[in-house]
């Protein structure tokens, strides 16, 4: 079954420092790989999202991914963290023949300390 | 612009109720999910549907029915409310194909009791 892996539940990052969140998607066919936020209360939006081409990937917020197949992983990073960057973060994998069903990792929580 | 609706934004029902949580969108996606989110879990695919009339089952439909009569609206119901359905449930739509983005709406916090 098609899944993702984000093995950091919760980061701590002092404002200006720079982040890595961690994403590991199962093999399989080709992925199609997705970053949503989520701020405390509200719905997801979509930071940034890889399918083929360059490998790293720009989004929006200074967010960027890069994608390695030879580690089946999608990480998230960002060169200096702002503290309205707190939110929960989540990785997200479609596949060829399964586009409708997008499926989400566990999230990983982002604090920031000023 | 509306997006994605979900009513009620908050709902407590007592155990072995049921209700129907409503989803709507405005823009003429194809494909509607609903997800469930606890804590530590991420987000769960309950059910999802690629058109109208055409339904399939997420990770987790035990105890939740859908429907999709029209492109519109894609309301999940919960036949016999229990607490282990406690959570927070979002809608999302998407155009059709692998690589499109999901609009997600505000979210319902249902509590069982």
């Known amino acids: 079954a098609q899944s993702v892996t984000q093995p950091d539940i919760h980061i701590t990052v002092s404002e200006g420092a720079s982040l890595e969140l961690r994403c590991n998607y199962s093999?399989?066919?080709?992925?199609?790989l997705f970053w949503y936020v989520q701020s405390p209360g509200q719905g997801l939006q979509l930071l940034l999202k890889?399918?083929?081409?360059?490998?790293l990937v720009q989004g929006i917020k200074g967010f960027e991914a890069e994608f390695k197949r030879s580690q089946s992983s999608f990480n998230l990073r960002k060169p200096s963290v702002h503290w309205s960057d707190a939110a929960e973060y989540f990785c997200a994998v479609t596949y060829t023949g399964t586009a409708s069903k997008l499926t989400f990792g566990t999230g990983t929580r982002l604090q920031v300390t000023l | 612009n509306a997006g994605v609706t979900q009513t009620p934004k908050f709902q407590v029902l007592k155990t072995g109720q049921s209700m129907t949580l409503q989803c709507a969108q405005d823009m003429n996606h194809e494909y509607m999910s609903w997800y469930r989110q606890d804590p530590g879990m991420g987000l769960r695919l309950i059910h999802y549907?690629?058109?109208?009339?055409?339904?399939d089952q997420g990770e987790v439909p035990n105890g939740y029915n859908v429907s999709r009569s029209t492109t519109e609206d894609f309301p999940l119901r919960l036949l016999s409310a229990a607490p282990s359905q406690t959570s927070v449930y979002f809608c999302?739509?998407?155009?059709?194909?692998?690589?499109?983005?999901?609009?997600f709406g505000q979210g319902t916090r249902l509590t069982v009791v």
């Open positions: 093999y399989g066919a080709t992925p199609y």
């Open positions: 999302a739509s998407r155009p059709p194909g692998q690589f499109t983005e999901a609009f």
């Open positions: 890889y399918f083929s081409g360059d490998t």
């Open positions: 549907s690629v058109g109208a009339g055409i339904t």
